[in-house]
């Protein structure tokens, strides 16, 4: 059987993790993308790299989404059935304060993804799929629920650079006849969740302060609310889309929406406290506009990938704190305290 190759931009993020272990359990070739940093940031990718006894799983290779010439050298060399563009400057609150690098980076980055597939394709004369991470952002103020026929409506620097995004997927699908797809997935979280987001930023904190490592929590806006579905269930829907007979564009969700007031109550209850006793709210982490509601339908999924989400938001937040809970207990025993930054 021939074996399939799969490069995937972003693979040290999140999203990237999952995907390249599922895609090692199914038999791909995984080549992952990584931007050039003072220190490493294989924390989420450690297992699939070599270690003392065993070989890696997984192949990395120097490129930078701002960066067309690294694009264009990394397919040339990987020469992928499949791409999973999953790089993105990928935080809200930032976008706002870094705009156009947001811009570069999260929608200009595809277009240069998009021409370097194109023109490896034209000369190969094979075929490379593309998936593009797209986000439920992109419906910003548009009323829940949302689906693949909601007009998108954005409300950040981040959102607009999605949208973008999403249009020149679709352009270079109906101009050039690619096989190029858009995930719109809404927001999902796992353990390896950023620390920055505010599920992470939460369940972090239930349990460092259940541990008298921390007594306070600061957070913005508690009265948004968000579908919060499992990584681990999100990368399937992502990697079923690229199995479609034809290149479609997707809503990836779970359809249940709850307030951040509603997410603090599931995860300092799992850790024994009370979040009222805790919390703090700071005009400092709102945002110059907000999402307020994001609920997604995903009967499109269901019906045509036989997909759907496994993990509740409830399970998602025990997971979270449990986690998180064995961190801090870590870095009581050691003093280390890991993943700090500006909010
Ligand atoms: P994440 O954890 O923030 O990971 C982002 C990845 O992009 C990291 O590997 C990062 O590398 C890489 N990256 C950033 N700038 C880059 C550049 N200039 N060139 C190459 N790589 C770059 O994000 P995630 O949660 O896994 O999300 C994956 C994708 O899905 C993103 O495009 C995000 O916008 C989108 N999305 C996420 C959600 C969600 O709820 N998680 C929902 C909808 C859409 P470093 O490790 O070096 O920083
Ligand atoms: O966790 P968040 O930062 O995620 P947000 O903005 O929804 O974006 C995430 O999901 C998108 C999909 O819809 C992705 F495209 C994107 O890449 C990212 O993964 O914030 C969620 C909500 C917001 O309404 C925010 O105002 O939580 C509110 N919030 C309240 N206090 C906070 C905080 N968010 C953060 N990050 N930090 C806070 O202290």
Known sequence: ?????????????????YLAELLVAKG?????????????????????????????????????????????????QVAPDEVYNLAAQSHVRVSFDQPEYTVDVTGTGVLRLLEAIRNYAAHTRREVRLYQA?????????APPQSETTRFQPRSPYACAKVYAHYQVVNYR???????????????????????FVTR????????????LQSRLALGNLDARRDWGYAGDYVEAM????????????????????????????????AGLDWRAHVDTDARLYRPAEVDELQGDYRKAAAELGWSP????????????????????????????SGQGPE
């Open 1 to 17: 059987m021939n074996q399939k190759t799969a490069l995937i931009t972003g693979v040290t993020g999140q999203d990237g993790s």
């Open 28 to 76: 791909y070739a995984v080549h992952g993308i990584v931007r050039r940093s003072s220190v490493p940031h294989t924390e989420r990718i450690a297992a699939l790299l070599a270690g003392r006894d065993r070989p890696a799983r997984i192949t990395l290779h120097h490129a930078d989404l701002s960066d067309a010439n690294s694009l264009r050298h990394v397919i040339d």
């Open 134 to 142: 797209g986000s439920s952002e992109m419906f910003g103020s548009a």
């Open 174 to 196: 109906e101009s050039y006849g690619m096989y190029a797809c858009n995930g719109i997935l809404f927001n999902h979280e796992s353990p390896r969740r950023g620390e920055n």
């Open 201 to 212: 930023k939460i369940t972090r904190a239930a349990a460092r302060i259940k541990l008298g």
């Open 239 to 270: 990697w079923r889309i690229m199995q479609h007979p034809t290149p479609q564009d997707f809503v990836i969700a779970t359809g249940i929406t709850i307030s951040i007031r509603d997410f603090l109550a599931l995860a300092f209850e799992h």
């Open 310 to 337: 496994r993990t509740s938001v409830a399970e998602l937040a025990r997971m979270m704190v449990d986690s998180d809970l064995r961190l801090a207990q870590h870095e009581a025993a050691t003093g280390v305290v």
